[in-house]
């Protein structure tokens, strides 16, 4: 149970607000926004996506730049109400077609009408956009992507296939239904290596999203590896036998949408579903099996005077030089007790950025493209001042 939902934009701006209950004071959008601005945690650290300030329990994910806020006075589960979140900014992109500030005043109606479905008095009644059909009957209004300006780019971010930036629920021009499904294979890994570039720990958190365009919602069927082994070991945790040969990924875990039927999942892997509309998640997996990442990144650290080291980041590239690196960061954290930095940038370096971040001590090396043709690429030396 929720008392309000409210998205706010970069800048803090209330776009969207909806009080259920009336136990939470009015300017609580105010209040989490000074709250996040300005967190400070023993010094450090962003906002943690669950708090409490006042009596009054703060719910927040960031969506292509846009927060997305409930507050509570009573004891809810965080991750549930934060679920219930990314579900609300999943709602709002199926019927928008884009998460933006523009867009999301644009259609500032359509919006009120959605939550109004989705929450009850504070009480959820569904987040499905095949369910919401029913219900909501005003018209998106159409936002070009291309000239969303810096919202834009940071959304084309996290979106890189921007022919899926459409609504699903309006019809192209003269009534013609889009036929057309897109699946993306998103994948985080997480890669920890020791001073002299050994891999210590590795992970992937893996998504297969699907967003269908389909009329009438036909059976699809989607193939995997045939290779794919479900537990450790091989050793399937639905007890699916497979003989596993030396290409064989090894899921940790792993679990499927609603939707998926596995009646054939044992036999071929295959993946039997009836699409709903909107976007959805098909299967979310876990890997902790070794894996060679696409970069190493070797560290060398020296002491130039009591007072000051000398870093040099080493990133090597372990793919083909056809393969474009886009929007690469890397973050190097450092003592607390830093109190400036010194970026030096080989001679001709172009399109590369260098930020320390005093607030959470942290150095970033950012390169916006970069087609890899040699093996290496360096750091040259960055001087940190100490105390």
């Given at each position: 149970?929720?008392?309000?939902?409210?998205?706010?934009?970069?800048?803090?701006?209330s776009i969207v607000f909806r009080d259920y209950r009336g136990e939470v004071p009015k300017g609580s959008a105010e209040i989490f926004f000074r709250k996040v601005k300005f967190w400070k945690d023993d010094g450090e650290g962003d906002a943690p996506p669950v708090f409490n300030a006042d009596g009054v329990n703060y719910f927040h994910v960031k969506d292509a730049g846009l927060l997305f806020v409930a507050t509570t006075r009573v004891n809810v589960s965080p991750s549930l109400a934060l679920e219930l979140l990314r579900r609300i900014a999943r709602v709002v992109k199926d019927y928008l077609?884009?998460?933006?500030?523009?867009?999301?005043?644009?259609?500032?109606?359509?919006?009120?009408?959605l939550l109004d479905q989705i929450i009850d008095f504070g009480y959820v009644q569904t987040t499905s956009t095949e369910v919401l059909k029913s219900y909501v009957f005003n018209e998106p209004v159409v936002v070009d992507s291309s000239q969303l300006g810096p919202a834009g780019i940071f959304m084309a971010k996290r979106m890189p296939v921007t022919t899926i930036t459409k609504s699903v629920v309006a019809n192209e021009r003269g009534g013609r239904k889009r036929e057309e499904i897109f699946v993306d294979i998103i994948e985080k890994m997480s890669v920890t290596f020791s001073s002299s570039g050994y891999i210590l720990t590795s992970e992937i958190d893996g998504t297969i999203q699907l967003k269908s365009y389909l009329t009438g919602n036909p059976e699809i069927r989607l193939a995997l590896n045939e290779e794919v082994g479900i537990g450790r070991g091989g050793e399937s945790i639905y007890d699916y036998g497979s003989s596993l040969g030396s290409g064989a990924v090894i899921l940790d875990d792993c679990n499927f949408h609603e939707s998926v039927h596995l009646d054939s999942f044992d036999v071929d892997r295959t993946l039997t579903l009836v699409p709903t509309d909107g976007e959805f998640p098909v299967m979310n997996y876990?890997?902790?099996?070794?894996?060679?990442?696409?970069?190493?990144?070797?560290?060398?650290?020296?002491?130039?005077?009591?007072?000051k080291a000398e870093v040099t980041i080493k990133v090597r590239a372990d793919f083909?030089?056809?393969i474009i690196a886009d929007k690469i960061l890397v973050q190097i954290p450092l003592p607390t007790y830093t109190t400036r930095v010194s970026f030096e940038l080989e001679p001709g370096t172009v399109g590369n950025t260098t930020n320390f971040t005093e607030a959470n001590k942290r150095m970033e090396w950012g390169l916006k493209k970069a087609r890899i043709s040699s093996p290496l690429y360096n750091?040259?030396?960055?001087?940190?001042?100490?105390?």
């Open positions: 149970m929720i008392s309000q939902f409210f998205i706010l934009s970069q800048r803090g701006d077609g884009v998460l933006s500030e523009d867009a999301l005043r644009k259609n500032f109606v359509l919006v009120y009408e876990r890997i902790t099996q070794e894996f060679k990442p696409p970069f190493c990144i070797n560290a060398l650290i020296e002491e130039a005077g009591p007072f083909p030089s056809s750091i040259p030396s960055h001087s940190l001042f100490l105390p």
